[in-house]
């Protein structure tokens, strides 16, 4: 049987913990960068800079993005890049899930105005993001991680930005190598904004590896 590639850098907490604040400067960057009212001269002047810090970075580069050293829950906990948990990826809120002992995968988060999509209203394909890894980690939960099969949302009513929305989701049915999962995004007030339900396989070719 093939392994799942893992062959990748491992960071200890500290080393992680430095990546970290590099990424959460970047996500300012990126906010900044959407939302400055500078004038063009001066966008210009910043753009060699960053070009330039961007250039030090790059000066040693890996493959892959690195992996937490310590495993610390299902496997892709130590994703440390993953799009939507990852503290290195500056792509990522990032969102911090927790996985309770009855299986419900929960997080509380905040998007600001680079996850835009409709005018003040989060980008659905943003959200869909979000509930694919939630419910993917409510699914890995049960023992049986594995990959979208299907992800079906109902947006019931717009997503607010820049105000604390809770995700939650459980799997609800393991039948062999394939889970069901279910979940949502709720804002304040407690009312649901976006509704999925999933379908998560473990490709046959991993069952008998580790992961
Ligand atoms: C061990 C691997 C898992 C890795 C994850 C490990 C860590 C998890 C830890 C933490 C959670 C993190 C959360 C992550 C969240 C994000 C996840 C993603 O974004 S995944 C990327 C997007 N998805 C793809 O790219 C899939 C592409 N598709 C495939 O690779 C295959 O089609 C796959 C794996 C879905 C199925 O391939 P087959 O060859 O293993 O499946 P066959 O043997 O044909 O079917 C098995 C059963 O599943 C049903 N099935 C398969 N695909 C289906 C579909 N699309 N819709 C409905 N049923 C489907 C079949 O009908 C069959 O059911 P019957 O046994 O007959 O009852």
């Known amino acids: 049987m093939n392994a799942m590639p893992d062959e990748r850098p491992r960071l200890d907490a500290e080393e992680a913990a430095t990546l970290a604040g590099l990424a959460a400067r970047v996500r300012e960057l990126t906010e900044a960068a959407v939302l400055t009212g500078v004038d063009a001269a001066e966008a210009a002047a910043v753009a060699d800079e960053v070009a330039a810090l961007t250039a030090r970075l790059g000066a040693e580069r890996r493959e892959f993005p690195p992996f937490a ?3 610390d829950g299902v ?39 680079v996850y835009e999509g ?13 509930l694919d890894q939630v419910l993917g980690m409510a699914a890995a939960a049960t023992g049986t991680p594995g990959m979208t099969a299907t992800l079906e949302l ?8 820049g105000v604390p929305l809770l995700a939650e989701a459980k799997a609800s049915r ?4 394939k889970v ?3 979940g949502t995004i709720a804002a304040p007030d407690g009312r ?6 999933a379908l998560f396989v473990m490709p046959q070719r991993f069952v008998t590896s580790q992961y």
């Open 154 to 161: 109902r947006y019931r009513r717009p997503t607010p930005l």
């Open 69 to 71: 050293a310590s495993p």
């Open 118 to 130: 409709p005018p003040s209203y989060v980008h659905g394909g943003v959200s869909a993001m979000v």
């Open 75 to 113: 496997r892709m906990d130590r994703q440390l890049a993953n799009p939507v948990t990852g503290p290195l990826n500056p792509l990522a809120p990032p969102i911090e899930l927790e996985v309770t002992s009855d299986g419900i995968v929960r997080g509380e988060f905040t998007l600001g105005p």
């Open 180 to 182: 069901f999962a279910s």
């Open 192 to 197: 649901v904004t976006v509704e999925a339900t």
């Open 174 to 177: 393991v039948e062999g190598r």
